[in-house]
């Protein structure tokens, strides 16, 4: 799986617009970008997933520019529940599949009141 | 579905005393995982299946065996725990590994004293 980078933390507040961006300069041809999100006390849970361009689901978007070097995940208007701690992976889930997922420590975002 | 399940929830240990991680699933996954979880260390892997009968080790394999002999659980056995232990550990399954969508179990903190 390829080696990414994300920041270890961010701060923000209710109602802005969190961009998280991970950096992922080795990535290759067949991989996929995911990002996962982890509550105190939980596991962590998926959140989304992308090859190109713009993914949006009813949680986040991806955004992937052309090289696909780096991705920013982007959580809009965010509240104190969106407290976590966010990991970016990327790897090739098909050739990949028998290949352990790897986690990082993720970034660790905070938003208050 | 119940989804994944883990067993107990808490527990404490004595150095040297042994014991088995309970993980199970009801989604039908071919691919289950362990990963331990220390703060300020991320997820690491312990040990992975990609089907009933076999199973491969991690980043961090040492101290635990695993076995799985169905397709639904996936036990971790402690043989002589340490306290370098202490963590909590989590399962996961999906459909197959790499970056295919993980399902986590809600852990199991564990105290070796």
């Known amino acids: 799986l390829a080696k990414t980078t994300q920041p270890i933390s961010m701060d923000s507040y209710e109602g802005q617009e969190v961009n998280i961006t991970c950096s992922h300069n080795n990535i290759a041809t067949n991989d996929y970008i995911t990002w996962y999100q982890q509550f105190p006390s939980q596991g962590p849970r998926f959140i989304i997933q992308?090859?190109?361009t713009k993914v949006t689901n009813e949680v986040a978007s991806l955004f992937i520019p052309a090289d696909r070097k780096s991705s920013t995940l982007s959580l809009p208007r965010v509240s104190l529940s969106d407290t976590a701690v966010y990991y970016c992976l990327v790897g090739d889930p098909i050739n990949q599949a028998g290949t352990a997922l790897i986690f990082g420590k993720g970034t660790t975002l905070s938003v208050s009141s | 579905n119940a989804g994944v399940t883990q067993t107990p929830k808490f527990q404490v240990l004595k150095t040297g005393q042994s014991m088995t991680l309970q993980c199970a699933q009801d989604m039908n996954h071919e691919y289950m995982s362990w990963y331990r979880q220390d703060p300020g260390m991320g997820l690491r892997l312990i040990h992975y299946s990609v089907g009933a009968g076999i199973t491969d080790q991690g980043e961090v394999p040492n101290g635990y065996n695993v076995s799985r002999s169905t397709t639904e659980d996936f036990p971790l056995r402690l043989l002589s725990a340490a306290p370098s232990q202490t963590s909590v550990y989590f399962c996961?399954?999906?459909?197959?590994?790499?970056?295919?969508?993980?399902?986590f179990g809600p852990g199991t903190r564990l105290t070796v004293t």
């Open positions: 992308g090859y190109k």
């Open positions: 996961a399954s999906s459909q197959q590994g790499g970056t295919y969508e993980q399902y």
